[in-house]
C-alpha cells in the first residue's frame, strides 16, 4: 500500500484491509458497540482509527481506552501515511491521560472545542503492520 493511499485511508477502506490482509474472520461491530470490530478467532476486539498525517505518538480518548480494556485482548490500530501501527494495549502501562480541548467530532463536522481526556501512544509501542517508510 502507497502513502498516497494510506494518506486517504478511512476506517472502512482500513477494516477491508484488514480482512483481506491479516484478519479473515474480522467482523463489523454493531453501531451502539464501542469497539469498530472484533475476530472470534483470534478472540480480540479493534478499534480503528485513520490519521491523516504521521505523528511519532497517536491520540487515544480515554472513554475508547476503557472500554478496550474490559476485553480480555483488544487492540487499536491506527494508520498513517507511513504504516499501519497496531497497538496491544494490555501489553503497554496504562498511558496518563490529561485534558485537551478538541473539536467535538473527529471529521470536523462539528468543530466546537470540548474538553476530552486523552492520551498519547508512541508507535515505538506499536507493530507496524505496513511499514512505509
Request: charged share 25%.
Amino acid at each position: 500500500m502507497t502513502p498516497e493511499k494510506l494518506q486517504n485511508l478511512n476506517e472502512e477502506k482500513l477494516f477491508n484491509y484488514l480482512k483481506d490482509n491479516h484478519i479473515s474472520d474480522l467482523s463489523g461491530a454493531s453501531q451502539y458497540s464501542y469497539t469498530d470490530c472484533s475476530s472470534a478467532k483470534y478472540k480480540v476486539v479493534i478499534e480503528l482509527k485513520c490519521r491523516k498525517t504521521h505523528y511519532p505518538t497517536l491520540l487515544i480518548e480515554e472513554h475508547k481506552y476503557n472500554e478496550l480494556m474490559k476485553h480480555p485482548k483488544c487492540r487499536y490500530i491506527c494508520s498513517t501515511p507511513k504504516g499501519i501501527y497496531s497497538f496491544s494495549l494490555h501489553h503497554l502501562p496504562k498511558p496518563e491521560f490529561f485534558i485537551q480541548y478538541m473539536p467535538a467530532t473527529s471529521e470536523f463536522e462539528n468543530n466546537n472545542l470540548v474538553p476530552k481526556s486523552v492520551a498519547y501512544l508512541n508507535i515505538s509501542d506499536a507493530k507496524n503492520i505496513l511499514e512505509i517508510i
